[in-house]
């Protein structure tokens, strides 16, 4: 049975920084992609970041430049660091494993002052 488990969230003051942590069990991240979406209160859940199997990554036009997404294979664990973080970036972020289509619980993230 495959798990993510995401941790990391919180409350964080415009301009700082947090880092998302994705504990994936069930399946190795070793040859697979993972990716980060969020979805703010009353909007669809959209795409943040992706890592491929090769380590090649994209990102959505609003975080690039400020979020770098990574990979620990031994680990089996994905991470999302945040810089710089505004008030837009409000909202729960959840990892997901695209080939088997599962998705974390989600964090919270809040960006207030």
């Known amino acids: 049975q495959v798990q993510l488990v995401e941790s990391g969230g919180g409350l964080v003051q415009p301009g700082g920084s947090l880092k998302l942590s994705c504990v994936v069990s069930?399946?190795?991240?070793?040859?697979?992609?993972v990716a980060w979406y969020r979805q703010a209160p009353g909007k669809q859940r959209d795409f943040v970041a992706r890592?491929?199997?090769?380590?090649?990554?994209n990102y959505a036009a609003s975080v690039k430049d400020r979020f770098t997404i990574s990979r620990d294979s031994a680990k089996n664990t994905v991470y999302l660091q945040m810089d710089t973080l505004k008030p837009e970036d409000t909202a729960p972020y959840y990892c997901?494993?695209?080939?088997?289509?599962?998705w974390g619980q989600g964090t919270q993230v809040t960006v207030s002052s």
């Open positions: 997901n494993l695209p080939a088997t289509d599962s």
């Open positions: 890592i491929s199997t090769y380590g090649s990554t």
């Open positions: 069930g399946v190795s991240i070793r040859f697979r992609d």
